[in-house]
């Protein structure tokens, strides 16, 4: 539950979040919270530091640890990578600075792993004479135990005008020495404790991992999604085979992600701590002879904006790989990999597991070798690139269902597994989809995180929100039925007031904590109920958290627009109530006291699913409901003119947030705001990155909602929570007015896609996976998934582009050219979108089908061929707009003559195809 309602607007500092959590004792047993350091400084800054110029950096060591004090990128001011003005907070023992070490190794003869770090006490290093490229070395025997196997040197150097940092690794044992861990700690200031959100924004950088072995590399990006990048990559022989997080005496925090370290090996991990998780490479360790030496390294490049990273690699010789539609691969679209390793030829690629995918090379294009991807086998994939001089690079994917087959798994499951029909259930939620435990198989009756069997917020309302978003995707008239039960006797006049002052208000929570009030019924005792989380009946009936409203406003706008648009079936209901529910929670959410102020708490703030409230208002004013658009359109622009005043206008009820740049961007492009909508988006650029492994390509940064939704509790960073999908609104709307801009395209592409990897192979959809390699699995609950199923519908769509470089390509399609004509068959989700980049060309459908579209490239007409009439659905109705204005390009309008209908055209539908055919106006 991103924006938890519980952590309240002063919740700025890590003394906010402590006193927070002390007071409410979350969850003492799975979080060790942030606390002070304690012990004398040992880092030795009293004896000063040792600074040099290199062409990237201003290099700042401490002169007796030869670890980093700063590294400040030329050309941004005072800006530093690391926590430098941390420093003397993080100067004792336990505290891991750029430049240490640690590593697990057993001498030959001993059957347990001993391990060792040169941050652990701390001593001063003995430094040693340099020359030539070396800009300082050191010893670092005196930091380590007496008792270790190894003599480590460490060097900082200039290499082709490129700062590096080597470790040369001696056994100075008389017996072999084997290296089962060896970490490279990577400590970059993601620490947002105690810093406002402008502070954060401007000091504070995020960092991402490509655990692609010898072609990994981290990347560090600035919170405010400006330049310059960090990228850290190999020096030498030094793969990134997995990536730890790091024990520290600062605990990770809602405020503090923690440390973590790029680790070379990791056998002696697998073995034990990781041996439950599958890893995402191959474990390794080195055995060393004895008086054997081995050096590994890193390589600190720029930048200069966050798009030019993988630019930045091939300039500087890195192999760089490129998937589309990024990689996440439903079985029935056909992928393509791209990979550029200059001077270097590809050797083989090897998949695991064996023909989970299959690969065919195809002709390269201007540099790039080029593939083609079929998914065979669902989950988890890795390819493994071999090159000609000995370097293996591999890419991660995870194979699908076909998506349309996914989300109709996904209704199926939810209709049905998480369907709760009680009619004597004490706390009034049947019938309805509840919340569900996939290790238990069953529906989460109870909790004492009470709203996840509450059905409100996002960890409780998630999977009711996803059914509904799930029958405007694909809808089935059994499952619509259920669905409508639900709206009339649990949403409207359940999680929703219908009667008296708060009327259209939304509950938190429809479960809670209250056995003296419901002796008829046992709570469980093997919960915790004494915490904050346990609500009583008054706390749960509360309306004051505005991140609730979203998801109501959702499900009525679904169903308006089902029936609306597909004639018959939808029946308890006319549009008209389903448009008016929509409007009026909306309304209510934005209703002031007396006193003028808003009567639900944090509306001020941007709101996941916040996009929702301007689709709301398009289709009143489409349906001419004018007085009522004019109302909502005056309440949103009260907030984005708030919005418009502060620097960063995304906060939440978090010190920091990736969830309400989405609705600050929707509100602030309409009302023309776009200084701010730029802002927002460039903070989703700096969060969002694109990465050629399938969890953390379009993954929008969340780590703390595990401790609100999820089963297993803790802070960790997590892959595909609903920020991906909900990030990927802004951005792919964004593309649509800049088709040129095929960054945004992949990040957001692969956020949208990202939803479907939740699904597992029978429906049940997971809130996130777990990315701490100890689990490396799917969470148990369904938790507050709902939320990114949403993003994915909202983005669902078919992209159609021509690549400078890679030439044509469609994400989301499967694309066939012959002659003048490009041909593409959707194979997205829902098939009702088409965006033609070339030509700016936004084509949607609010009913009916595509069943493909092809591009005459030489006179740019564009025929489309529309899926066959169903019972509902007679006629299609089809929007023709152009977003980007393209140079040369005219407006669209269709050839044939066809009546308007909401300001679409309505096509009627035929039993087999109808054919339509767009040609720019004369």
């Known amino acids: 539950m991103s924006n938890h309602h519980q952590a309240s607007l002063w919740i700025r500092t890590s003394v906010g979040c402590l006193l927070l959590l002390l007071c409410h004792s979350l969850f003492a047993s799975s979080l060790a919270q942030q606390r002070g350091p304690s012990g004398p400084p040992t880092l030795g800054l009293e ?98 135990p007496p008792d270790s196997p190894l003599q480590i040197t460490r060097t900082w150097a200039l290499d082709g005008g490129r700062l590096v940092l080597r470790f040369a690794i001696r056994n100075r ?19 947002l404790t105690n810093r406002t959100l402008e502070q954060a924004h401007e000091v504070c950088s995020f960092s991402d991992p490509y655990i692609g072995r010898d072609g990994g590399y981290l990347q560090v990006t600035r919170l405010n999604g400006r330049g310059p990048a960090l990228i850290v990559v190999p020096d030498g022989r030094t793969p990134f085979e997995a990536y730890m997080p790091l024990s520290e005496p600062m605990r990770p925090s809602q405020t503090f992600e923690g440390m973590f370290a790029w680790m070379v090996h990791s ?72 990979l550029r390793y200059a001077g270097h030829k590809v050797k083989r690629v090897r998949v695991e597991p064996q023909g989970a995918i299959a690969i065919a090379e195809e002709r390269p294009r201007n540099g790039w070798l080029a593939y083609s991807l079929r998914g065979k086998t669902w989950g988890r994939a890795r390819l493994t690139i071999s090159y000609d001089d000995g370097l293996e690079q591999s890419v991660h994917y995870y194979v ?72 405007l ?3 089935d008239e059994e499952e619509i039925r259920k669905y409508e039960r639900f709206i009339d006797q649990v949403l409207w006049g359940g999680i929703q007031y219908k009667d008296g002052p708060n009327k259209y208000g939304v509950r938190k929570s429809l479960f809670f904590y209250a056995p ?48 609306r648009n597909q004639r018959g079936l939808v029946t308890n209901h006319p ?24 009567r639900v708490g944090y509306v001020d703030k941007g709101l996941m699913e916040g996009t929702i409230f301007v689709l709301l208002l398009e289709d009143l004013k489409r349906e001419g409901w004018n007085e009522k658009a004019r109302d909502l359109e005056t309440r949103m622009k009260e907030r984005a003119d708030r919005w418009r005043q502060e620097a960063y206008p995304f906060g939440s009820e978090m010190a920091w947030d990736s969830t309400g740049q989405e609705e600050v961007y929707a509100w ?60 990927a609104i802004p951005v792919l709307a964004h593309y649509r007015e800049h088709p040129d801009d095929y960054y945004l395209l992949r990040i957001g592409y692969g956020g949208a896609l990202g939803a479907l990897s939740n699904i597992d192979q029978e429906g049940f959809a997971s809130a996130a996976f777990h990315s701490y390699p100890t689990t490396l699995r799917w969470d148990a609950y369904s938790g507050d998934y709902g939320p990114n199923f949403f993003g994915h519908v909202i983005n669902a769509a078919t992209y159609i582009v021509n690549h400078p470089e890679l030439g044509w390509l469609s994400f989301g399609g499967n694309l066939k050219l012959s002659g003048d004509w490009v041909t593409v068959e959707p194979r997205d989700s829902m098939r009702q979108r088409i965006y033609i980049a070339p030509l700016g060309l936004w084509l949607t459908l609010d009913a009916g089908s595509f069943e493909s579209v092809a591009i005459n490239v030489r006179t740019r007409a564009v025929r489309i061929r529309l899926s066959g009439a169903t019972r509902y659905v007679s006629r299609a109705l089809l929007r023709v707009e152009q977003p980007a204005k393209v140079q040369g390009v005219g407006a669209y309008r269709a050839r044939q003559r066809f009546a308007s209908e909401r300001g679409a055209y309505a096509i009627p539908l035929g039993p087999s195809v109808t054919q339509v055919e767009l040609v720019e106006g004369r």
């Open 400 to 471: 699908i269902k076909p998506a349309a087959q996914a989300v109709a798994d996904l209704g199926r499951f939810l209709m049905t597994r998480q369907w709760f029909d009680d009619p004597n259930d004490p706390f009034r939620r049947s019938p309805s989809v509840m919340s569900y435990d996939r290790e238990a198989n069953k529906i989460i009756a109870q909790e004492s995180r009470v709203w996840i069997a509450g059905l409100s917020d996002e960890g409780g309302a998630g999977s009711w929100l996803a059914a509904a978003m799930k029958q």
């Open 575 to 598: 549009w008209e109530w389903y448009l008016e529910q929509a409007y009026q929670t909306a309304r209510f959410l934005t209703e002031r006291d007396a006193r003028g102020r808003y």
């Open 173 to 191: 044992r008389d017996v072999p020495v084997e290296i089962g861990a060896l970490g490279i700690p990577l400590v970059f200031n993601n620490i």
């Open 668 to 727: 602030c492009k309409y009302f023309g705001y776009d200084d701010k909508a730029e802002i927002a988006l460039a903070s989703i650029i700096g969060y969002m990155p694109t990465i050629p492994h399938w969890g953390y390509n379009g993954n929008a940064r969340r780590y703390w909602d595990f401790l609100y939704a999820g089963k297993l509790r803790r802070i960790e960073r997590q892959l595909h929570h609903y920020g991906s999908g909900l990030n």
């Open 473 to 475: 995707a694909q809808p």
């Open 47 to 144: 004896q000063g530091f040792i600074e040099f110029e290199t062409p990237d950096f201003r290099l700042k060591l401490v002169r007796a640890s030869q670890t980093v004090a700063a590294l400040q990128p030329k050309g941004a001011g005072d800006f530093d990578f690391t926590p430098a003005d941390r420093l003397t907070l993080r100067a004792r023992d336990g505290f891991y600075h750029l430049g240490d070490l640690i590593f697990r190794v057993r001498v030959e003869g001993q059957s347990s792993w001993q391990d060792y770090s040169t941050a652990a006490a701390r001593k001063p290093v003995r430094q040693l004479p340099v020359s030539g490229p070396a800009l300082a070395a050191a010893d670092l025997e005196p930091t380590l």
């Open 516 to 563: 003296q009030e419901m002796a008829g019924f046992k709570y469980d005792p093997s919960f915790n109920w004494s915490t904050w989380t346990s609500w009583k009946r008054a706390e749960a009936e509360s309306i004051g958290r505005a991140y609730n409203y979203p998801h109501v406003v959702a499900a009525y706008w679904a169903f308006y627009r089902l029936a």
């Open 267 to 338: 056998r002696a991990y697998a073995e034990n701590e990781w041996r439950s998780a599958e890893p995402w490479n191959p474990p390794t360790s080195r055995t060393l002879a004895p008086g054997e030496t081995v050096s590994y390294g890193l390589r600190f490049l720029l930048a200069d904006e966050i798009r030019s990273i993988e630019n930045s690699l091939i300039a500087h010789g890195r192999p760089v790989a490129v998937g589309v539609p990024g990689y996440i691969l439903p079985m029935d679209l056909e992928g393509r990999l791209f």
